[in-house]
């Protein structure tokens, strides 16, 4: 089992910035991806940027250049920068952990990130 502890959201104007943590603990493997998913309401839940161990980055691409994602791995916690936020990026966002050899993915319980005036 792995459990994921995220924090960081709130609220903030357009054009502001936000940082989220997302903290794995549990049965950690080296080798895993970690990441950020999000859902605004009525739609679905949608990639937003994931990261491997290897540090290899991938972004959605309505969010390239403006968000970045890293990770400590000793600290088994990922990170999810977000700048110049807009409107549209309002959503809860959830944190997942996935071994890289296994079918198993674990979320975290989301944390509400809403970008208004």
């Known amino acids: 089992q792995v459990q994921l502890v995220e924090s960081g959201g709130g609220l903030v104007q357009p054009g502001g910035s936000l940082r989220l943590s997302c903290a794995a603990s549990?049965?950690?493997?080296?080798?895993?991806?970690m990441g950020w998913y999000r859902q605004a309401p009525g739609k679905q839940r949608d990639m937003v940027a994931r990261i491997v161990s290897g540090a290899n980055a991938h972004y959605t691409d309505s969010v390239k250049g403006r968000f970045a994602i890293s990770r400590d791995n000793a600290k088994n916690t990922v990170y999810l920068q977000m700048n110049t936020l807009k409107p549209e990026d309002s959503a809860v966002y959830y944190c997942?952990?996935?071994?890289?050899?296994?079918?198993?993915?674990?979320w975290g319980q989301g944390t509400q990130v809403i970008v208004a005036s």
């Open positions: 549990g049965n950690i493997f080296g080798a895993n991806a």
């Open positions: 997942y952990y996935k071994a890289v050899f296994s079918t198993q993915t674990y």
